[in-house]
């Protein structure tokens, strides 16, 4: 069977540095940080009271009340970065075959606020059972593909990853290769996120996964710094529109990149903590390395997964060196985290976007907050530290890992026609 070609066509973003992709580029190469105070609730008395929260974001403004109601807020960012991405591809719903246009979307908790709220309506109502008849449909994370196809109208392919941390990246791979395989020819894809909540944040507090720098909320996300003490948690949505390569050219698109491979892995090593020695994070890239039939050699840019978490960031740079050996000290390496803090299901996407935009630009977007070496890393590596870099970038990689073990790696590569 021959495999067909798959070029990105159209792309939406809504992140805490940008409400769209212009936005969300330029707070990437001016080094901006997301993270600040809470203001979704009263954090007093969590031990992390920051978060990369989306700022200056109004639902009302991009859909209407009643069907907002209705939606998640995970569910609600998905749909305003998917018309974003639909608008910016040009597509013409009305002329392209419905059936062979899918949804494939990423999200690794789905409905958390809905959940949440839900209950705690339950538990104050005397116990009585009680529950708003959009409860399931609001929670379920597969809700988010479901309306996307309904405001579409698209009848291919449709459902929802859900791999922690790689979902997205797990929908942007499954997307690839059902398009590859002739099993559609253009689909939305990209993930949401919103765990920006008493529930999210608790949660990741008792793990001791959160950064607790309270006095400095935007200098604490720090990747490969020696003195990182967690993850920052973000919200927010990507949308990616993939294409099959001559339905992008038949209708004139413009063509942001070519997708050329992606990998899977897995650690089977622990439910939380990454393998010491970068193994499943070794076999992902060798992977998606294969998958692309590319060398080592061929990449310019890692957009790495980069938590900021003391155990990730050194399990990956090992995964590094022993994949492109002494080619990765001619890479460019960055993490994004450091400005947007960590999407969760979500991350996939907008890294996805941000690794897109670094081919589109020929610029690396920069890995802010660092202040101190870390022994523990090979600092002769190009991390990109705190400004951004111009350089040549005709191939990317982005790595996306998740609890549970699960490694995600894409290969985007400048359009070769």
């Known amino acids: 069977m021959q495999v067909r070609r798959v070029v990105v066509t159209g792309l939406g973003a809504l992140t805490p540095i940008g409400n769209s992709v212009s936005e969300y580029w330029q707070g990437l190469v001016n080094g901006v940080s997301g993270a600040a105070p809470i203001t979704k609730y009263n954090p007093e008395h969590f031990r992390t009271r920051f978060a990369c929260e989306l700022k200056n974001f109004n639902v009302a403004d991009h859909i209407d009340r ?37 949804v494939i979307w990423g999200s690794g908790i789905g409905g958390l606020q809905t959940f949440q709220d839900e209950v705690r309506d339950y538990t104050k109502g005397g116990c009585i059972p009680r529950f708003n008849p959009f409860f399931i449909p609001k929670m379920i994370p597969d809700i988010s593909a479901g309306y996307l196809s309904i405001r579409y109208g698209f009848r291919g392919p449709n459902f929802v990853t859900v791999s922690a941390c790689a979902s997205a990246t797990n929908a942007i791979i499954d997307t690839l290769n059902y398009i590859r395989l002739g099993m559609m020819d253009v689909a939305i894809t990209g993930g949401s996120e919103a765990a920006i909540t008493e529930a999210g944040m608790g949660g990741f507090n008792s793990m001791k996964a959160l950064s607790e720098r309270n006095d400095s909320p935007s200098t604490a996300s720090r990747p490969f710094d020696k003195d990182r003490d967690g993850f920052v948690l973000g919200e927010g949505a990507g949308a990616i529109i993939l294409e099959e390569y001559e339905h992008a050219k038949a209708r004139g698109a413009k063509i942001y990149a070519e997708i050329i491979g992606g990998g899977m892995s897995a ?105 101190t070496d870390d022994e523990n890393l090979d600092n002769k590596l190009n991390f990109t530290f705190n400004k951004a870099q111009k350089r040549t970038i005709n191939v990317a990689l982005s790595n996306t890992f998740g609890f549970g073990g699960h490694n995600t790696s894409v290969i985007f590569r400048k359009v070769n026609e």
């Open 267 to 371: 650690d089977a090593y622990h439910i939380t903590a990454p393998h010491p020695e970068g193994r499943g994070a070794k076999n992902v890239m060798k992977n998606a390395l294969a998958n692309a039939n590319i060398s080592p050699e061929d990449v310019d840019y890692i957009n790495v997964h980069g938590t900021s978490t003391p155990l990730g960031d050194i399990s990956e740079v090992i995964a590094i060196k022993e994949i492109f050996k002494e080619h990765a000290y001619k890479l460019n390496i960055s993490s994004t985290k450091s400005m947007t803090g960590h999407l969760l299901g979500a991350a996939g996407a907008i890294e996805a976007v941000a690794s897109i935009l670094a081919i589109q630009h020929q610029v690396v977007p920069p890995t802010i907050n660092h202040f």
């Open 66 to 102: 009643k069907e907002s109601r209705r939606m998640d807020p995970f569910t609600q960012y998905a749909m305003v970065v998917a018309e974003q991405a639909i608008k910016d591809s040009g597509l013409d719903i009305e002329k392209i075959d419905l059936d062979r246009a899918g």
